[in-house]
């Protein structure tokens, strides 16, 4: 079948972008088929069912998520806001992985996202966030992170991915989270543990 990798490729990239801007719950076979311009029947060839072209989804998005990566280490320099700047380059992986976010209570989805974010943090992002506000790098920092990147998700607007407001939202998040670490109810929980 000539051209059948290319035809493959297309399904994968175009139910990358449709997840990524309609969420699982609306991905549409027949939407991708007509926009591709190829037969469902070519579909069920190459992938079988809905859930191996979901794994190929998530597959493809651990690949962006890697590159990006290497991205940010190479020209992220602090967190504020070269980290903004960049993820605004980058709509529709970040829109992806807010559908990954906001889905968790699929635990395919709930890993993959898990996954890209740790990946991200051990590459480059936790460097930035601990050399930003001079936190140690140890588990404890990384449960800041991580709690600052759920507030951060549930905030983003996919309206407005400018990396002026994604970069605001962070900042209220920070500021919000370093405001409870230094509260006395975290000291006292900390010292329970």
Known sequence: MPGSD???????????????LF?????????????????????????GDIDIF????????????QEFDLIGKRECKKLLPDLYLLLEK?????KFCRQLFINRSNSLYNTSFNKAYRDSSNTFALQLFTQQYGLKNNAETFNLWATVGDSWYSRLDINDLSAKKM?????????????????????????ST
């Open 6 to 20: 290319n035809t493959k490729k297309l399904w994968i990239e175009k139910g990358y972008e449709h997840f990524a």
């Open 23 to 47: 969420g699982p719950e609306n991905l549409s076979i027949n939407k991708i088929s007509k926009e591709i311009e190829s037969s469902r029947a070519c579909f069920y060839h190459y992938f």
């Open 54 to 65: 979901m794994e190929e989804l998530l597959n493809l998005h651990i690949q962006i998520t």
């Open 90 to 94: 980058h709509p529709i992986p970040l």
């Open 167 to 191: 970069q605001e939202i962070a900042e209220e998040v920070l500021n919000s989270v370093f405001k409870f670490v230094s509260s006395e109810l975290y000291s006292s929980s900390q010292a």
